[in-house]
């Protein structure tokens, strides 16, 4: 239930933390080894680490769930980031231009891009970040394609992730919006600052009412 930070960097490969990388893993049995055991990659262990950690998120998931069916979501203790994100995403080539990303944008009414390189995730966009670094370049810079381009740091998290520690992140690194991986590496969704602003208010209304 982690949350990453990923660095400023061009959109070049993948720019998502190891963890969320998908890593190749050896044929793992319990009574046989199939194949020398790599110690850089600790292959007949990789399986069984996963299955593991998996396991252990269900199981939070279930005993979390329980204990905090009959409070608010907003004064749950531990709140998902499942629960409040949006899985609506959407994607441009790192290829695509400044004035396309633009474009993609007003065209769905969004803020926010995920950043592709072939089939990797490369980095994430919001409409403030394109809009102050075309004002601080030249008057072609619409044109430039974002693969040439230093991209802003962006947070990741798991869908099992505390949204109040995300939340909490999010200020402190001064970014409106975190990309939501699933166990694939692939981007699952996306939460940002809308959403907890939608959260509290809907929450100031039930107190109101009451």
């Known amino acids: 239930m982690s949350i990453y930070v990923s660095e400023p960097g061009r959109p070049v490969g993948t720019r998502l933390p190891e963890t969320f990388r998908a890593r190749p893993v050896g044929d793992v049995t319990e009574l046989a080894e199939t194949q020398a055991i790599n110690p850089g990659r600790s292959e007949a262990t990789d399986a069984e680490f996963q299955q593991a950690a998996n396991a252990g998120r269900y199981k939070a998931l279930e005993e979390y769930g329980a204990a905090a069916a009959g409070e608010r979501r907003e004064d749950r203790p531990y709140l998902p980031v499942s629960s409040i994100s949006s899985p609506a995403l959407y ?87 975190a990309l939501v991986v699933d166990a694939r590496g692939a981007a699952a969704g996306i939460v940002t600052s809308t959403d907890y602003l939608r959260l509290y208010a809907s929450a100031g209304r039930h107190e109101g009412t009451v």
């Open 91 to 177: 994607t441009v080539p790192a290829s695509a231009t400044i004035s396309e990303a633009l474009s993609v944008m007003d065209e769905h009414q969004v803020h926010h891009l995920v950043i592709m390189a072939e089939n990797n995730v490369a980095g994430l966009v919001d409409l403030r970040w394109l809009l102050g670094w075309l004002h601080e370049h030249e008057a072609d810079a619409m044109s430039q394609s974002l693969v040439h381009i230093e991209l802003p740091a962006f947070l990741t998290a798991s869908p099992e992730t505390d949204a109040h520690q995300l939340a909490r992140l999010m200020l402190a690194h001064q970014l409106n919006a």
